[in-house]
């Protein structure tokens, strides 16, 4: 597992951990409450069904760490549209053989920010899930003295990608 | 920003379509340095795999150009992958500040 695979799998386990710890507080304020029907009530839905959720969370995390890394890409919002209808594609014109994508969200945003200051198009980052099969395929070198990483044309259908709901900012 | 003009050659063996006016490839002065710059064809719409010819190009910055960029420097430029093409500069247009 790489650096952001790790770095993913540590969030999803203290999410998971939130989780586990709600639930735990739910079954302790039940006992507290030395009360049956308080028991039963909060055991449900809300001591049981989070530890249950947490559960699931971190098979979730473990499964999806074990399988895919996770990759960044500055986008204009006519790519991004596009993404969203056909998923990740080359079009005519431009870049034929891949598509650069960047280690992490700053170093996306900078990238974002160069594409800015050739055509001021505004850009929006996006996070990608890369299988790691394809991720042992991919080019990594730097460019602009940010880290880059190429994924070929042919598995681009691959990749999984939604908008960030935030800016990272970059130094 | 630095505006240069360019003589390129596309390789018949990398791309298999032609590029199109603001391409942004990733350029080679000095081995391992990749930076991108942005071609703009001069009276023609596309550049064919197997073509040649003269191009303006833009640099974001000198930083990844080398200590020794100049007329009549030469370069590979690509996707990431292996080298797309190759040129050399004729001459530099230009340079002004982006701040």
Request: with cysteine.
């Amino acid at each position: 597992m790489n650096e952001i695979g790790r770095r993913d799998s540590i969030i999803e386990y203290l999410n998971a951990l939130s989780y586990i710890e709600e639930g735990l507080w739910g079954l302790t304020k039940s006992v507290l409450s030395n009360n049956g029907e308080d028991i039963a009530l909060s055991i449900i839905p809300g001591g049981a069904g989070k530890i249950v959720k947490a559960a699931k969370t971190l098979k979730a995390a473990t499964k999806a760490a074990k399988t895919s890394s996770t990759v960044f890409r500055a986008v204009s919002k006519a790519e991004l549209d596009d993404i969203a209808k056909f998923g990740f594609r080359n079009k005519a014109g431009g870049y034929e053989t891949g598509k650069l994508f960047a280690p992490t969200a700053k170093e996306a945003a900078q990238f974002g920010r160069n594409n800015f200051k050739f055509d001021g198009i505004p850009n929006t980052i996006m996070k990608v899930r890369v299988p790691n099969n394809v991720m042992n395929g991919a080019y990594r070198f730097g460019a602009d003295g940010m880290n880059a990483i190429s994924i070929p044309s042919n598995q681009l259908r691959l990749l999984r990608g939604s908008p960030l709901n935030y800016t990272p900012l970059f130094p | 920003m630095i505006k240069t003009r360019a003589y390129i050659r596309l390789f018949e063996d990398g791309r298999k379509t032609p590029f199109a006016n603001g391409y942004r490839p990733l350029f080679n002065f000095v081995d391992d340095v990749k930076t991108s710059g942005s071609i703009t064809l001069v009276s023609k719409d596309e550049f064919c795999p197997g073509e040649e010819g003269e191009v303006e190009i833009v640099f974001l910055t000198k930083e990844y150009l080398g200590a020794e960029f100049k007329k009549g420097s030469t370069f590979s430029f690509g996707e990431g992958g292996p080298p797309l093409g190759e040129g050399e500069i004729l001459s530099i247009e230009e340079i002004k500040s982006l701040c």
